[in-house]
């Protein structure tokens, strides 16, 4: 089969194609042939030997996917080959066929597409467990979703909403600002603004976000304390900017 394999780090784009032999499942192991695979910035990370997690060289990155149960290993139950299934294995999902530990592995639902499976379980679980776990979001509060076009911001805007929270958002561009509010935010607000503070001021009548959702970091999570309501939540996600919020 074909993988991309990084060989030394840096780019993405100085990733190889290579051909490596076809995985076997081992027990408690799935074989996924792959249809779709999901980019996030930890795989970025990865690539360029910033992330916490440094495999050997040669190693594949990505860390979501989704396609068809190809093969089951020993002791594996509740999956069948032929199964439309979604997972995050940490690694090697830039492959054609990639190896998942079961627990890591869910079943795709009607009328969800690879390309959209492939999005989910990294995104989705991340925004549910900061929202849900972190930030005890509750119906009627308001949610501000920092870098709302990026994966996580999506999720964290479409989690908002069902939550019955109202959800603002912020990105850097007209056209991620736009894609936010086709996505439900009630308003979108340009953090690249000295004073983009203000403006979740003004929205919340003083008051300020009761949960905000930051996978930016550096000066926006900085700023973030300027529009924070009494008893607020801030939860750090990421630090897109380069600079982790102390």
């Known amino acids: 089969m074909q993988a991309w394999q990084v060989t030394q780090l840096g780019s993405p784009d100085e990733m190889t194609l290579a051909e490596v032999p076809d995985p076997v499942p081992g027990p408690g192991e799935v074989l996924v042939a792959n249809h779709a695979a999901g980019v996030n910035f930890f795989d970025t990370l990865e690539i360029a030997g910033k992330y916490q997690v440094r495999p050997a060289f040669p190693f594949t990155p990505g860390g979501e996917l989704a396609g068809v149960v190809e093969a089951l290993g020993p002791g594996v139950e509740g999956l069948a080959v032929g199964d439309r299934v979604m ?67 999506v999720a964290a805007i479409e989690i908002g909403r069902a939550m019955g929270a109202r959800v603002l958002a912020s990105a850097s561009t007209a056209e991620k600002r736009d894609f936010c509010l086709r996505y439900g935010a009630e308003a979108a607000i340009d953090y690249t603004q000295s004073d983009w503070f203000e403006q979740v001021k003004a929205l919340t009548g003083g008051r300020g976000a009761d949960v905000i959702y930051d996978p930016v970091g550096g000066d926006v999570f900085d700023l973030s304390t300027k529009c924070i309501a009494p008893e607020g939540r801030l939860l750090v996600v990421g630090f897109a900017s380069g600079r982790i919020p102390s």
């Open 87 to 153: 997972a995050s294995p940490m690694g090697g999902g830039y492959a054609e066929k990639t190896l998942v530990p079961t627990e890591r592995v869910l079943p795709i639902p009607e009328g969800m597409t690879f390309e959209q499976a492939a999005g989910f379980p990294i995104v989705y679980q991340t925004s549910w467990f900061a929202l849900n776990e972190r930030g005890r979001l509750q119906p009627g509060e308001t949610l501000l979703v920092h870098a709302g076009a990026s994966g996580v911001g």
